[in-house]
């Protein structure tokens, strides 16, 4: 089974940084697409940025320029830096992961989410 384990969240002032990170493990073939999600109650889940296999991000309008996505593949780890926070940035944040198990079948986790607070 292919797991993820998120971790970084916290209370942050307006105008501070966090850096969430999470680590897949479990029989993992291969990892494509990595992704950071954030949600709030009674809200769809929605993209905040992406990460492909060749390194090709992609981010929400309002993550350009304050959050960076990175991935190291050894590690099978995505992180997500976050400058600038305001508290409209203020949700539950997930990660979700792609790709293959050993035995090549195909995969899509997500992490059990971490909460983000910004506020003075």
């Known amino acids: 089974q292919v797991q993820l384990v998120e971790s970084g969240g916290g209370l942050v002032q307006p105008g501070g940084s966090l850096r969430l990170s999470c680590a897949a493990s479990?029989?993992?073939?291969?990892?494509?697409?990595m992704g950071w999600y954030r949600q709030a109650p009674g809200k769809q889940r929605e993209l905040v940025a992406g990460?492909?296999?060749?390194?090709?991000?992609n981010y929400a309008d309002s993550a350009k320029g304050r959050f960076t996505i990175s991935r190291d593949n050894a590690k099978k780890t995505v992180y997500l830096q976050m400058n600038s926070l305001k508290p409209e940035d203020t949700d539950v944040y997930y990660c979700?992961?792609?790709?293959?198990?050993?035995?090549?079948?195909?995969?899509?986790?997500w992490g059990q989410g971490t909460q983000v607070t910004v506020s003075s």
């Open positions: 979700n992961a792609e790709g293959q198990e050993l035995s090549r079948r195909y995969f899509l986790r």
């Open positions: 479990g029989s993992i073939y291969r990892i494509n697409a």
């Open positions: 990460i492909s296999s060749d390194a090709t991000t």
